[in-house]
T-cell receptor, first 113, second 113 residues
């Protein structure tokens, strides 16, 4: 659905801790999900994706979990580093539905030393 | 990997003038291009979708006569903001898809004075 809001939720973590960023998506027909990282003044950078036939996918230091029952997506970052500080967005799409990506609200991750 | 080049990275223009933003896929053919607008501390909002050689499809509430999109080739799409006003000041981001995945440009910061 549409993403509205005047501010981004913020998650503050200590360096070395694990981070969990959550996202609620709106369209039950969505079958492909992507997590993006966006640094200030830059375009979104792909982190990891998952299709609806899976409930978990792991990458390097990142894991995405998908719960279709409650339309919830999460991104776990292990051993968070200062370079992980950015805004994180989840995005959803329906394959074959014009392939338009709909972005979530976003979460500002701040890594404290 | 897939690379999308977006220019200019920033532009300042006077109210009433037009500004053109270019988005090029450098190493793949982009059958579909997406244009987004992002206001500070907010998410990416899809403005329009364009397929090579076809007219762009605009999202509800986006003025097609104000935001002209051209996708004349498989590697180039342009967004022209016509008769720009201060409320058009925003961060504009393109995304290209060659059928698998999405690659984002680095964004253009438009300031209308």
């Amino acid at each position: 659905g549409e993403s509205v809001g005047l501010h981004l939720p913020t998650l503050s973590v200590q360096e070395g801790d694990n981070s969990i960023i959550n996202c609620a998506y709106s369209n039950s027909a969505s079958d492909y999900f992507i997590w993006y990282k966006q640094e200030s003044g830059k375009g979104p950078q792909f982190i990891i994706d998952i299709r609806s036939n899976m409930d978990k996918r792991q990458g390097q230091r990142v894991t995405v979990l998908l719960n279709k029952t409650v339309k919830h997506l999460s991104l776990q970052i292990a051993a968070t580093q200062p370079g992980d500080s950015a805004v994180y967005f989840c995005a959803e799409t329906v394959t074959g539905g014009g392939n338009k990506l709909t972005f979530g609200t976003g979460t500002q991750l701040k890594v404290e030393l | 990997g897939a690379v999308v080049s977006q220019h200019p990275s920033w532009v300042i223009c006077k109210s009433g003038t037009s500004v053109k933003i270019e988005c090029r896929s450098l190493d793949f053919q982009a059958t579909t291009m997406f244009w987004y607008r992002q206001f500070p501390k907010q998410s990416l909002m899809l403005m329009a979708t364009s397929n090579e050689g076809s007219k762009a499809t605009y999202e509800q509430g986006v003025e097609k006569d104000k935001f002209l999109i051209n996708h004349a080739s498989l590697t180039l799409s342009t967004l022209t903001v016509t008769s720009a006003h201060p409320e058009d000041s925003s961060f504009y981001i393109c995304s290209a898809s060659g059928g698998v995945g999405y690659t984002f440009g680095s964004g253009t910061r438009l300031t209308v004075v």
